[in-house]
């Protein structure tokens, strides 16, 4: 589980890129990033809570708040359980 | 053709060690005369413009290098994502202060085997105990760490005891790598070949250690070359996704690639980075999948293993467009399954300058 205020793990960096695509970069491995994730991740700062990051994403992109609020939570669970996130 | 996205910088072929399973070339004194500071800030300048998201620092033993602090500030600087590969006998707390005052991301620390008296003399010198320091220091600082191992005959069965040595050290991520048969490696092949009964343990014991320790830490697997059925995706295919530096300033497409004497490696020195990846002829050759003869051609898996590995295929094929003999539908297969019957008497030899 990562954190109320998630921030990244240690070794983890967002890109961003010219043309607007989102890179996760990790330890041996560069991740990509689909627009609603590279949204969420962007907000992934220590400061800013869950409940905040998963309001922009509604703000952002059409899904109903339930389906955003599972969606970014298995996200960052996912990157929780590697270390990516804390 | 795709943009580079990852750049293996080989700093320099020095080392203190002297493991029997290194990869390195073996005439290493082709490779004295290494590029400048200002030479590799050009090339990472270059690759950060091709579009390469990720520098890895090699060696060699990286750190014999003054300016590698200053090497991965550049590489930081021109928003490169920056990996050390070391065996970290060098990194003391002054060194890695500097290291990480450049902007450092990533550290992948490597050992022999997880106890003192085997890991120093496969490494033939006392490294051990300043391995563990190293550990020990980089694990409190804000910089990630994995801990490697290259798996061979003789540390093989301590594959249960290098995962308790991560454990005890809080190592989040481990990476247990069969040897892989290049370099001195491939001159050793035969006395570093682990035996069937060692790969089928070491598989049981692998997945029962990644069970247990899911959340906690991440083992990553690489199999060995020669008992799989199919080959490996080498370099996820020849000038596709990556390309070496090697200390000198020649450009390959494989850190192993100078063992094909067939091909002439361009070098930073007389043409640019991204020129060499667009279109020399070296990394032209066996690009894509247009290159390949049966039973590549035709094959459903082409361009998931883009025929396994040239090196390989020169290696003991002798022809670096044959498939990668380590496939089981290669002609040449039985050569790899005549190498996969270890020979236990023999000893590796220790790698020299």
Redesign the interface.
């Known amino acids: 589980m990562s954190s109320e205020r998630p921030s990244f793990g240690k070794g983890v960096k967002l890109r961003r890129e010219a043309d607007g695509a989102a890179i996760l970069l990790v330890p041996e491995a560069a991740l990509a990033l689909n627009p609603s994730a590279a949204a969420a991740l962007g907000l992934v700062d220590g400061a800013h809570t869950v409940d905040e990051i998963v309001a922009s994403v509604v703000d952002q992109f059409e899904v109903e708040p339930a389906q955003a609020r599972d969606d970014v939570t298995a996200l960052f669970d996912r990157l929780a359980a590697r270390g990516f996130l804390r | 053709m795709k943009r580079p ?1 990852s750049l293996l910088c080989e700093l320099t072929y020095r080392c203190n060690l002297q493991c029997p399973y290194c990869y390195n070339p073996i005439p290493l004194a082709q490779y004295r005369d290494e590029l400048s500071t200002q030479q590799w800030c050009e090339v990472l300048d270059s690759a950060a413009g091709l579009g390469v ?2 520098a890895h620092f090699s060696g060699g033993e990286p750190t014999l290098r003054r300016d590698v602090s200053k090497l991965i500030g550049a590489a930081s600087q021109a ?1 490169l ?1 920056t ?1 050390l590969i070391t065996q970290g006998t060098f990194l003391d707390d002054a060194l890695l202060d500097s290291l990480l005052a450049s902007g450092l ?2 550290i992948q620390i490597s050992i022999q085997a997880p106890d003192a008296e085997l890991a120093d003399r496969i490494a033939g010198t006392e490294a051990h105990a300043k391995k563990i320091e190293a550990i020990r220091r980089v694990s409190d600082r ?5 801990l490697n191992c290259v798996l061979h005959r003789s540390n093989h069965d301590s594959i249960g005891a290098i995962v308790e040595f991560a454990e005890r050290y809080g190592i ?2 481990l990476e247990l790598a069969n040897v892989q048969f290049y370099g001195w490696a491939f001159r050793n092949r035969e006395a570093l070949m682990p035996t069937r009964a060692q790969v089928a343990r070491a598989h049981e014991l692998v997945e029962e250690a990644r069970d247990r320790l ?2 906690r830490m ?1 083992i ?1 697997y690489v199999l060995p070359d020669y008992f799989g059925d199919f080959p490996k995706p080498c370099m996820n295919g020849w000038g596709n996704e990556f390309m070496t530096v090697t200390p000198n300033g020649d450009v390959l497409p494989c850190p192993a690639a100078s063992a094909i004497r067939t091909l002439r490696f361009e070098n930073v020195r007389d043409r640019s980075l991204g020129e060499i990846w667009k279109s020399s002829q070296a990394f032209e050759r066996y690009r894509g999948t247009a290159w390949m003869s049966e039973p590549c051609r035709s094959c459903e898996r082409r361009e998931l293993d883009w025929g396994g590995c040239r090196c390989q295929a020169f290696l003991l094929a002798g022809d670096a467009g044959a498939a990668d003999p380590a496939c089981s539908l290669s002609p040449h297969h039985s050569i790899v399954e005549a190498l996969r019957e270890a020979s236990p008497e023999l000893e590796p030899v220790p790698r020299r300058a």
């Open positions: 996205l998201l990720q928003g994502y990996n991301d990533h804000e910089v990630a760490l994995t989040r991520r899911r959340g991440e990553t």
